[in-house]
């Protein structure tokens, strides 16, 4: 199946001659009248192909006569990027003073130093065949005019598991402004932007002879070797959502000349909603310094003043790019020139760097939220094991103890606990908690032991000349062991032996005048030291 290129509607055209009659005494071969010499001019232009450059080397080109007569051409000679002569635009490319009543065959002798540019990428561009062209021309006679040939770049292009090559398939076609009309060439090139053909086809020259085409390189041959006249229909094509389309006349193949121009319209959207959300993004972090000029489709330069008329542009325009460079000016006042599209991207995504700075913040927060409330808890509670939680990714791990639950807020994002979870208080009653809400509320106990008695084994001594402790009683050590001590000497072996931090409420005392006191917090403790 032949594989055709995405293009827009040009021609690859070399005005060949202008023939202008100078009337001058050039040295002419002997026999011949000054009146008879023509100026000859022949200019390039090209059809426009799906790549970056297409670069062909031009060595020469000649003119062949009736009689079998050459004249080499004085040829601009050198490496022309074809891409840079599409949409009527043309070159110089060879002239000379000729002396001949008419034209039989144009040769065109193309180099080797021939590439193409694909993504960036450079490619040989080989030639395929022999790198002499014979244009057919079959001109009667000459007139002061400029002539003109189709190189059908597009067409010429084939690619396949071992790269790129050329087969120039180039076409004479007349005066330049005259109407030179569509041949099959023009249409194949015109819809083979959104269709394939499907092969094989056959072609019929001007005396009606048939030539089957099989496949791509098939085809090339016969369109430069042959004067094709049409396609023998029906053909088949093939679209972009691979469906075969039969097609009926040449009437029917003209109908999808226009294929592309659709495509293009959508592209200009698309290239403005690109533009817009681009600005939209970039908003967020940076303001745009105006003026801020675009290329439309026209090739002309567009302006923005302010916001409103770049507004306008979007709505309205069909941009193409945008000229660089342009400056912005981020949030702290810094003015920053940017100078590639690629840069601006860069920037306008900084509105999602920061949700995803955002995001993993909120998400660390949340798992600190998380173990501080259990921290918190387990201050006046024993978590009762085994626990369950949610993982950021939503799988349920069960937990066993306390440093297997600490290992766990260490290595992996804890989103969520699994409720009810059972806690147990020093004096063995079971609380359970059935939310956030309720493990923080038991977690507010922390605020009460904060007022633990400073030093246990003082405020002893400084009540022992009013109040003597009623035995027993029960303390604490820094590790939430539990002592008893049934006199005061015991008391005060547990002060010097262990890390004693609290007591055990509640615990009753003895005034001088036999009153006792019931104390439950180190509070009233301090409220007997002032009465004392």
């Known amino acids: 199946m ?3 290129y995405r293009m827009s509607k040009t021609v ?10 100078v009337g001058c005494t ?7 009248d000054p009146a008879d010499a023509f100026d000859f001019r022949l200019y390039l232009t090209d059809c426009p192909f799906e790549a970056e450059e297409v670069n062909v080397e031009i060595l020469g080109v000649s003119i062949k006569d009736s009689a079998g007569t050459i004249q080499e051409l004085m ?21 000379g003073n000729l002396d001949i009543d008419n034209v039989k065959h144009l040769y065109f002798e193309i180099g080797d130093q021939n590439s193409i540019v694909v993504d960036g990428e450079v490619f040989p561009l080989q030639v395929k065949g022999d790198p002499t062209i014979k244009v057919n021309v079959n001109l009667d006679k000459l007139e002061d005019a400029d002539y003109l040939v189709d190189f059908y770049a597009c067409t010429s292009i084939i ?3 071992n790269g790129y090559f050329i087969k120039p398939v180039i076409k004479f076609k007349g005066k330049k402004n005259g109407n030179n009309g569509d041949g099959l060439e023009d249409l194949l090139e015109d819809f083979e932007t959104c269709y394939e053909l499907v092969f094989p086809i056959t072609l019929l020259d001007e005396a009606g002879e048939s030539y089957e085409a099989t496949d791509e390189e098939s085809l090339i041959d016969i369109l430069t ?3 094709i006249e049409t396609v023998e229909f029906p053909i088949q094509l093939l679209n972009e959502d691979d469906e075969i389309i039969e097609i009926a006349s040449e009437e029917a193949l003209e109908e999808l000349e226009d294929c592309d121009e659709d495509e293009e319209d959508e592209d200009d959207e698309d290239e403005n909603e690109e533009f817009e959300e681009l600005f939209e993004d970039l908003e967020d972090c940076y303001a745009l310094t105006y003026p801020i000029s675009f290329i439309d489709a026209d090739s002309m330069t567009v302006t923005a003043n302010n916001e409103n008329q770049l507004e306008e542009l979007l709505e309205d325009a069909e941009l193409v790019s945008i000229l660089f460079p342009i400056e912005i000016t981020n949030n702290d006042g810094e003015l920053i020139e940017v100078q590639n599209l690629d840069d601006l991207e860069e920037y306008a995504e900084c509105d999602e760097d920061d949700d995803e700075d955002d995001d993993e913040e909120d998400d660390d927060e949340e798992e600190d939220e998380l173990e501080e409330l259990i921290e918190d808890v387990q201050e006046c509670y024993s978590v009762t094991y085994p626990i369950s939680l949610v993982t950021e990714d939503s799988i349920t791990i069960t937990i066993n103890s306390t440093g297997e639950l600490e290992s766990i807020f260490d290595s992996i994002l804890v989103e969520s606990f699994v409720y009810p979870i059972e806690l147990v208080d020093d004096m063995g009653g079971v609380l359970l908690v059935n939310s956030d809400d309720e493990l923080e509320e038991a977690g507010e106990c922390e605020d009460d032991e904060d007022d633990e008695c400073e030093d246990v084994e003082e405020i ?10 009623s035995f027993p009683v029960n303390v604490v050590d820094e590790d939430g062991v539990e002592f008893t001590a049934n006199n005061i000497n015991q008391l005060e072996d547990l002060f010097e032996d262990q890390e004693i931090e609290d007591f055990v409420f509640p615990v009753e005392l003895i005034s001088n005048d036999g009153e006792v006191f019931t104390i439950n917090d180190c ?10």
């Open 2 to 4: 032949m594989t055709f």
């Open 12 to 21: 690859f055209a070399l005005v060949l001659f202008a023939f202008v009659w």
């Open 26 to 32: 050039n040295d002419l071969p002997d026999g011949n």
């Open 75 to 95: 040829t601009n000679a050198g490496v022309y990027d074809l891409l840079e002569f599409t949409d009527g635009i043309d070159t110089l490319l060879a002239f």
């Open 159 to 161: 690619k396949n598991n």
């Open 225 to 227: 070797q042959q004067d």
């Open 460 to 469: 002893i001594e400084d009540l022992e000349d009013c109040y003597t402790v």
């Open 523 to 532: 509070d009233t403790f301090s409220e007997l030291d002032d009465d004392c």
